[in-house]
Structures are given as C-alpha cells and as structure tokens.
C-alpha cells in the first residue's frame, strides 16, 4: 500500500490544474498528474491529478522511487509506452491497470523537481510533436513548482523561528521564576516578596484597607538538623511551604524569606483575622509532620496596620514571633 501524506499549495494548484487539462486535451489521456520527487527520502509523491476515470490515482498519495513508474520508464531512456502490461508487467502502473503511460521530468537549475505524467487504460501514443508540446508544459510546471518550494522552505523557515522565539520566551519566563520563586519550597523567595509587599502597602495606602501579615518560624529548627540531618530539615521546610500554599488565598502572599522563616500577607485583612489562619497552619504542618513520623512546631508572630504603621509591619511582626518564643514555642502572638 502506497503512503499517503497530506499536501497543499493553493498558488501551485490555481496554476497547474489548468496545464493538466490542456495535457489531457493535447495527448487524449484519461488521466494526467503532476509529482514531486524528494530525493533524500527517495519517494514521490502525487501532487494534482486530473480526470481519473480508469486510473485511479490519488492526490496526495506517495511511492517508494524504486517502485516509481517513472524511474522504470526513465531506467529504459523512454518518454512513453503504450504497452505498460507488456513492458512493466509487474509494476505499480500494470497494477493500476495502465495501458499507456508517458512521463516527462520537470527541471529547474538542472535539479528534476519532479514528473508531468499521463496514464491510460486504453492503448494511445503520443506523437514526437505533442511530446515537445507536453516539455513546454513541464517548463512552466517547473516555474510553479520552484516557486512552490521556496514559498515552502520560507514558511518552515518562519516556523522554525517561531518556535526558536516561543522556547526562548519559555526559557525567559523560566528565568524569571527562578530569580523570584525559593527553589526548595516553590513560594515567592525574599525578592519576590518586596516587590509584591511594596505593591500590597501601596494598595493598603491609596485605598484606606487594612494589612495584616505573619511571620513563621519552625521551632528547634536547628536542632531538627542536627538530630535527624539536613534532608529532614529540608522536609520539614517543604512540608511547610505545602501547607503555606495550600491555605493561602490568590490574593495573599506566601513566601520563604530564608532559613526557616516564612512569612504570609493578606490584603483586607487584619490581625484577628489571620490568627484564625494561623492556628489552622499551626494543626495543618504538626500532622504533616506527624505523618512523616516526626513531632514540630511553629511559633507565629501577627502584625496588622490597624495597630502598627505599614513600614513597621515586618519588624513589628518579627517582634511578635520573637515573643511567641520566649512564651514557649509552638504560639500565635499579635503585635500590640
């Protein structure tokens, strides 16, 4: 079974369709077709087809070149048979029911981009005159077709381009996460942070709303560490960066400032508000923990603008998980 491929040119078809059945009129052949040869794949492929009748030939459809009807006619230095059966008894074309055939290479610069052919299933030859009329026509193909190709190696040019920008644009966008996301964790890193908390206190300034923020620290960290080894240490982290991700809103910011320090901004939200929250991080990261067979826990310390001025919220907020500390650990305390 020939492969079969998919293939169109408008420009090409608008121009060769016209020639084909000029073919046909000039030489009373069932069926003329135009192909395209690739000769590093060593196939050829079947471009347009005009009036198929006994022939049935497919647009589209593609051979091996060693099983080309026209490489068998052009291998015996002939333009045309009107004895197919006879001459190629177990071809391609015999198999199609040929009778007659002719095929004329289409040249450009030299190079044969592929073949003007005619077939039939009744016994025709075509004089020497029609011959160098149907050469004519291959010359003008041959134009279209060179135009074709170009048109084609432009288009798969631009394509390759396309996708050369879109993967740089990827690999950007993938720079760009990695200069604001903490590798371990996958939440914003300290950079990310500023940015965003300078937009969030901004916001909190024009609008008149509240801001309220938690600063998070996993309690005997370092002794963690020390017990068990630093791929518990940084389980614990991830544990809490999952935690973190899971109970923040879209709006709010979760971020690993560095160490075991984490910390989490709300817009429109003040400090009662978010110590509800904070208990939930609290229970949700002690049964993560407890699931990975380990006992932790943090300490919180919560800061809102409606008691502290917004350039003070992180310090005043640290002072309240400093507090949280000296208290005994594993508590949430807000600012006063």
Not at 129 to 156: E, F, V
Not at 157 to 163: G, N, S
Request: with cysteine.
């Amino acid at each position: 079974m020939p492969q079969r491929q998919s293939y169109s040119s408008v420009a090409l078809e608008q121009a060769a369709r016209p020639l084909l059945q000029l073919v046909q009129h000039l030489t009373g052949l069932d069926t003329t077709f135009l192909t395209r040869i690739d000769w590093k794949a060593l196939t050829q492929q079947v471009v347009l087809v005009e009036g198929q009748h006994g022939v049935p030939l497919q647009e589209g459809s593609v051979v091996n070149w060693s099983d080309s009807m026209c490489r068998l006619l052009f291998d015996t230095q002939r333009s045309q048979s009107d004895a197919v059966p006879v001459l190629f008894p177990g071809s391609s074309g015999a198999a199609l029911g040929m009778q007659s055939f002719f095929a004329i290479p289409v040249l450009s610069e030299g190079k044969t981009l592929g073949t003007l052919c005619g077939a039939s299933t009744e016994a025709v030859l075509i004089t020497e005159h029609t011959l160098s009329s149907l050469k004519l026509i291959a010359d003008a193909l041959a134009y279209q077709m060179a135009l074709d190709q170009q048109m084609q190696l432009q288009q798969r040019k631009v394509k390759v381009a396309e996708k050369t920008i879109d993967k740089l644009y990827l690999q950007a966008q993938q720079m760009e996460n990695l200069a604001h996301t903490d590798e371990l964790t996958g939440l914003d890193n300290r950079r990310a942070f500023q940015t965003k908390f300078e937009q969030y206190q901004l916001h909190s300034e024009v609008q008149g709303t509240a801001l309220a923020l938690m600063m998070i620290d996993i309690d005997e960290f370092k002794q963690l560490n020390d017990q068990y080894g630093h791929e518990t240490g940084d389980l614990a982290l991830q544990q809490l960066g999952t935690v973190l991700a899971a109970v923040a809103r879209q709006s709010d910011i979760a971020c690993r400032l560095g160490g075991d320090e984490f910390v989490l901004a709300a817009a429109d939200t003040t400090a009662e508000g978010l110590l509800h929250l904070a208990h939930r991080v609290q229970q949700q990261f002690k049964q993560q923990m407890q699931q990975s067979g380990l006992e932790s826990s943090l300490s919180i310390g919560i800061a809102s603008s409606v008691e502290s001025p917004l350039d003070q919220l992180l310090q005043r907020a640290d002072q309240a998980l400093y507090k949280a500390k000296e208290l005994g650990r594993d508590r949430v305390e807000i600012a006063g």
